[in-house]
């Protein structure tokens, strides 16, 4: 086993920057999505969606930074084309929304994906012993759980 410097199994956090990559091209779609519906939100609740928007796109951008630096913390190259990120994500990408009701769907929809990705991920940091990935992958959980419950909440839906 070769480790590298930070002291980890350089074959893990090769697998680990991989499935980064693919939840930092995840991230850049909702981000661009965060940002089209914040442009584009219509109808009464347009001051209170248009900042919620403006927070939730916010902290999308500060989260792809911070992904990209684990990536490169674990020695790898972190993607950064529109090309590498279409092809990578899974995340559903929204395109003239600018209804309420959809706009939080698109919210939700996206953020169960990279809910899906970051779960993956918490598993196999575990396994390589990364508490530096544990620990951001934990933190986003925690998070976009807690948003997915608001998103729900405000149409009218449980979790």
């Known amino acids: 086993m070769t480790l590298n410097s930070i002291g980890l199994d350089t074959k893990k956090t090769k697998a680990l920057a991989d499935d980064l990559n693919q939840l930092l091209a995840n991230f850049q779609l909702y981000y661009q999505n965060l940002r089209g519906i914040h442009w584009n939100i219509k ?3 347009f001051f209170d969606l248009h900042v919620k928007f403006e927070e939730l796109y916010t902290d999308a951008n500060t989260k792809v930074d911070a992904i990209a630096e684990r990536i490169l913390t674990l ?17 559903p990408v929204g395109k003239n929304i600018s209804k309420d009701e959809n706009a ?9 994906e990279l ?3 970051e779960r993956a991920i918490l598993n196999t940091s575990d396994e390589a012993n990364d508490e ?9 959980i925690t998070e976009q759980e807690k948003t ?3 998103m729900k909440a405000w149409l009218g839906e449980t979790v």
């Open 104 to 112: 939080v769907q698109l919210i939700v929809e996206s953020l169960s």
């Open 132 to 140: 530096g990935t544990n620990s951001m992958m934990s933190d986003f």
């Open 75 to 91: 020695g790898e190259t972190p993607l950064h084309t529109f090309d590498d990120y279409i092809k990578a994500a899974k995340v």
């Open 115 to 117: 809910l899906k990705v």
């Open 43 to 45: 109808g009464r609740g």
């Open 148 to 150: 997915v419950w608001m």
